[in-house]
DNA sequence: TAAAAAAGTGCAACGACTCAACTTTTCTAT
DNA sequence: ATAGAAAAGTTGAGTCGTTGCACTTTTTTA
């Protein structure tokens, strides 16, 4: 590795960290990119030669999310349903405050922040069409099923609804269950 | 009305109209808010002193949606399942090119625009709150009931879900025969 | 080793949007 | 009816995110 893409590295290391440690200390609207930059020591510009928007300072540890996704499809226990596999792990995966302090502020700019929210999700939405087609390879449908991309939507969307909401975990199961089992007949409610 | 009222609504509706035939001919994101602005004779500032952003511009006529959806789920036939009605209202509300050609250049201009699909699905999951709470009313469950929320979220999520798939109203209904049947089970499948 | 290609950096600029001040219109108290 | 206050419209100057162009530095190639 060269010297060149070494210093590369640091620099782009360098403004994600000023980045975080800005935006958690003063608020995202409260800082520009050109603070980040300056505490950083480049240019404004340089900045977006590393990321693609100033959401994107924040959102840098973005890999194989995708692939846990469609591996939790393929490799579900026997018997086990998709949309119970896609809950278990929605779960798992959700920062509930019992994790570092760090991370807890880190969720809650993220969640406080308009913007941040949008970005996010549309980082995690963009994994709709990879996971639709794992879950139609493993049900044997054609791969542009609209049913199995039906599910791969509203499953990824489960953790943008259960935001903002009181109770997220409670949120998730009903979620889940809806997809599960289906809306309940009037009878049986 | 006053004289003021009526001038405040003229402009308002000048620069409404000038949007909305600068951005059919050219293109959103070749249109300047200056460039309304120039259209309707007033400064830049003004037009947000209308319209809360550029996007906006295109979404005025935007009021009484809510007020359908409920009545969807309110005044449903008897015997009609609640996600039945909505996929009925999302189906009839749905624009098929059948409708004006001016129309069909306005869902083109916004579905390949990303600012104006993003803005587009936030004003319409603005009813989520509302749709839910209809939801919950019209199955006696409590005004917060997460399973009445996640089906509110899901239904509207439907549209979004439909975008940029071939066939539409095929989604549609895929969307909404998981909501009402649930994932099949694997036998049955 | 020279030349050329590629990549990093910065200045100046554009477009969306806001702020503080100014003007005009409407309301209210005499 | 009218002066003065309050409300609302309008504006020019500025901020912030983001990009094009020019310049420097590093790497590759002849």
């Keep these: 590795m060269g010297r060149r893409e070494r210093k590369k590295a640091a620099t782009r290391q360098a403004l994600a960290d000023a980045a975080l440690r800005l935006f958690l200390d003063r608020g995202f609207d409260q800082v520009s990119v050109r603070d980040v930059a300056e505490a950083a020591d480049v240019s ?42 896609l809950r278990e792990h929605t779960l798992r995966m959700h ?31 963009r994994h709709e069409a990879a996971l639709a087609a794992a879950v139609a390879e493993a049900t044997g449908a054609p791969e542009d099923d609209p049913g ?18 009181g109770d997220a975990r409670q949120a998730i199961e009903a979620a889940f269950a809806l997809l599960e089992h289906g809306w309940p007949a009037a009878g049986q409610r």
Tied chains: 1, 2.
Excluded: N, Q
């Design 44 to 85: 404004t510009t340089t900045v977006f030669k590393h990321f693609p928007s100033k959401e994107a300072l924040l959102f840098d540890l973005d890999s194989d999310r995708e692939a846990a996704l469609i591996a939790v499809v393929r490799d579900r226990p026997e018997g086990m349903s998709i949309p119970t596999a």
């Design 95 to 125: 920062p509930d405050g019992a994790g570092d302090p760090e991370m807890a502020r880190f969720v809650e700019l993220t969640e406080s922040t308009p913007a941040l929210r949008e970005y996010g999700r549309r980082m995690w939405m």
């Design 148 to 165: 199995c991309a039906a599910l791969a939507h509203f499953a990824l969307e489960t953790v943008s609804f259960a935001r903002g909401r």
